[in-house]
């Protein structure tokens, strides 16, 4: 694995996001904790070195999109990280599996097609289950209500927080053995809110 190649490119996507000041959960903050997680995913499921580099490389790229507008975004996801490898004189067929894998990261796009996308799904979702959950949550509502100008209401924003609980599953086996009782307990916390709501 490069690791000039990682450090340039981890400058890159800093000095990209950096000036997203209300982006408080999709910011350069959660690229590098999907990154890391990704990497560690792909180190657990005896990944080559080259296609760990890869993963390292999507997993960072994967939100830089936002820079661009907030929605309806799809076409922009792979296209920066494309433009930069491609500048950087990365070789063609490596980016286009990278410009796979980053479009896996798609909340529409439910079943990955192969490891490096079940990887890169896991560690996208991995603050869901981690002791950090409720903070992440949170931060994403106060982004949505700032760049979006709306108000959630707190019990709607849990109804949903719980169903996203409870629909998404894992879909590699380290993350599965890893993460799946830290997803009772955040689940139990979150519907334990949702019945502190309607007591009130």
Known sequence: MNSILIENAKKYVNKLL?????????SYEHSIDVM??????????WLSFDEVEMLW??????DTW??????KNEPIWAKIARNYLKWI???????????????????????????????IKDADMDNLWRDD????????KKELEIVKKIKIKDPEWRHASVELLKEFKYKTLSQKLERDKKKVENLKKMIHELEEDWIL
């Open 18 to 26: 950096m000036p997203l000041e209300n982006h408080y959960y999709h």
């Open 36 to 45: 890391t997680r990704a990497v560690y995913l792909a180190e657990k499921e």
């Open 57 to 62: 490389l999507a997993a960072l790229f994967h």
């Open 66 to 71: 936002f820079v661009i507008q907030y929605d």
């Open 89 to 119: 004189l990365y070789p063609d067929n490596k980016i286009d599996l990278i410009e796979k894998i980053i479009l896996a990261t798609d909340p529409a796009y439910k079943e990955p097609k192969n490891q490096y996308e079940a990887i």
């Open 133 to 140: 959950f409720l903070k992440k949550n949170n931060d994403i």
